[in-house]
C-alpha cells in the first residue's frame, strides 16, 4: 500500500540548537502537508506544499518538497521550548486519501 | 465559528457494545475524514466523505460504517465494539484541496 516513512521516531534537542524530521514515500505525491500536535492535542495544519523542489518558511521554519516530489522535510531553527510536540508529514497519492507519516516527537532540554 | 466538535470527548464501552461517535462541522467543509490515533502508529485513515452523500474507505475501516446525509455531519459508528478498538479518534474536514485539514480534538475510546 501507499505509505509515508518519518524519521526520526524521537528527537531530545537542548534549547537553541536546530531540529530536522524527514519523510519518504516509495511513490510520486501529488502534494504532502505538515501538522503540529501538542502533547495531549490535536494535530494542527501547518503547511501544504505542491510543487517539485518547493522551499516554504514560517518564521523559524523551513519546509522541503523533493524535486521527485518523493520525500520532504521540516527545519526548525534554534528551537524554544513552545516547538515541543509531534510533528507529522501527510502525504497525499492523488486521491482525497491523506497519509500520515509515524511522527517525530520532539522535547526540548532546557 | 466553533469549528470541528466532536463528542462525547471520553468513552467507555464493554465488548460488543455498539456506538456513534459524533462530528460537526460548522464551516461548510466539503471533505471529512475520520482517522484513529495509536501510539507510535501515527494517525490511520477509517473513512472520508468528499460531500454529502458520498463515502469510501480508508486504511483501516474494518468495524466501522460511516455516512455523510448532510455537509455538516459525519458520525462515525462502532457497530459491535472490540478491545483493539481502543483508541484516540480524530474527525477532521477541509474546505478543498489546497488547504489542511481542521482537526476535531478528539474522542477517547476504551473498550474493555
Known amino acids: 500500500g501507499q505509505q509515508v516513512m518519518q524519521i526520526p521516531q524521537y528527537q531530545h534537542v537542548q534549547e537553541g540548537e536546530d531540529f530536522t524530521t524527514y519523510c519518504n514515500s516509495s511513490t510520486t505525491l501529488s502534494n504532502i502537508q505538515w501538522y503540529k500536535q501538542r502533547p495531549g492535542g490535536h494535530p494542527v495544519f501547518l503547511i501544504q506544499?505542491?510543487?517539485?523542489?518547493e522551499v516554504k518558511k514560517q518564521k523559524r521554519l523551513t519546509f522541503q518538497f523533493g524535486e521527485a516530489k518523493k520525500n520532504s522535510s521540516l527545519h526548525i531553527t534554534a528551537t524554544q521550548t513552545t516547538d515541543v510536540g509531534t510533528y507529522f508529514c501527510a502525504g497525499v497519492f492523488g486521491n482525497e486519501k491523506l497519509t500520515f507519516g509515524t511522527g517525530t516527537r520532539l522535547t526540548i532540554i532546557p | 465559528n466553533a469549528g470541528v466538535t466532536q463528542t462525547p470527548k471520553f468513552q467507555v464501552l464493554k465488548t460488543g457494545q455498539s456506538m456513534t461517535l459524533q462530528c460537526a462541522q460548522d464551516m461548510n467543509h466539503e471533505y471529512m475524514s475520520w482517522y484513529r490515533q495509536d501510539p507510535g502508529m501515527g494517525l490511520r485513515l477509517i473513512h472520508y466523505s468528499v460531500g454529502a452523500g458520498i463515502t469510501d474507505q480508508g486504511e483501516v475501516p474494518n468495524g466501522y460504517n460511516v455516512s455523510r446525509s448532510t455537509t455538516e455531519d459525519f458520525p462515525l459508528r462502532l457497530l459491535s465494539a472490540a478491545p483493539s478498538q481502543t483508541s484516540v479518534y480524530f474527525c477532521?474536514?477541509?474546505?478543498?484541496?489546497?488547504?489542511?485539514?481542521?482537526f476535531g480534538s478528539g474522542t477517547r475510546l476504551t473498550v474493555v
Open positions: 506544499l505542491v510543487k517539485s523542489g
Open positions: 477532521a474536514s477541509r474546505t478543498g484541496q489546497s488547504y489542511g485539514y481542521t
